[in-house]
């Protein structure tokens, strides 16, 4: 679906975005991260939730199945996170970002304080790695 809301999410999965420099990490140190993050051998219990990586073209996908079929060999069993196409990605509503500093009043008060505008909030990077 077209424009989805955390209210009305249709088919589609929450999920985040990664951009990185290159220069100082590669897509395959990229992808360690990511499965040392979750349970990559967990079944999905929802399609709202579910474990999986978007790739963006032939050569991320190469990537991924490649990094896949390591970590399966290395873990001896199946690593059943989805590995899917992005087709296209569509940012939280405002109040979704940067949730876990929203959690803490003290510390986003002292953020709103600095980032007045709330698209600079949503963009800075301190805010983003506070909030990770």
Same mark, same amino acid.
């Not at 990229?30 to 349970?39: A, E, F």
């Given at each position: 679906?077209?424009?989805?809301?955390?209210?009305?999410?249709?088919?589609?999965?929450?999920?985040?975005?990664?951009?990185?420099?290159?220069?100082?990490?590669?897509?395959?140190?990229?992808?360690?991260?990511?499965?040392?993050?979750?349970?990559?051998?967990?079944?999905?219990?929802?399609?709202? @939730?579910?474990?999986?990586?978007?790739? !963006?073209?032939?050569?991320?996908? $190469? /990537?991924?199945? %490649?990094?896949?079929?390591? =970590?399966?060999?290395?873990?001896?069993?199946?690593?059943?996170?989805?590995?899917?196409?992005?087709?296209?990605?569509?940012?939280?509503?405002?109040?979704?970002?940067? @949730?876990?500093?929203?959690?803490?009043? !003290?510390?986003?008060?002292?953020? $709103? /304080?600095?980032? %007045?505008?709330?698209?600079? =909030?949503?963009?800075?990077?301190?805010?983003?790695?506070?909030?990770?």
């Amino acid at each position: 679906m077209k424009d989805p809301t955390y209210h009305n999410l249709g088919d589609h999965t929450e999920s985040i975005q990664i951009e990185y420099d290159p220069a100082k990490a590669t897509f395959d140190q990229m992808l360690d991260l990511v499965w040392g993050c979750h349970n990559p051998c967990g079944g999905s219990w929802s399609r709202q @939730y579910m474990s999986a990586i978007f790739y !963006d073209g032939e050569g991320q996908k $190469k /990537a991924v199945l %490649a990094s896949k079929a390591r =970590l399966e060999e290395k873990l001896g069993k199946p690593v059943k996170t989805a590995i899917l196409p992005l087709v296209k990605f569509y940012l939280a509503e405002d109040y979704h970002q940067k @949730y876990e500093l929203r959690c803490n009043a !003290d510390m986003i008060k002292e953020f $709103k /304080a600095i980032f %007045a505008d709330e698209k600079d =909030l949503l963009n800075s990077t301190a805010a983003a790695r506070v909030n990770g």
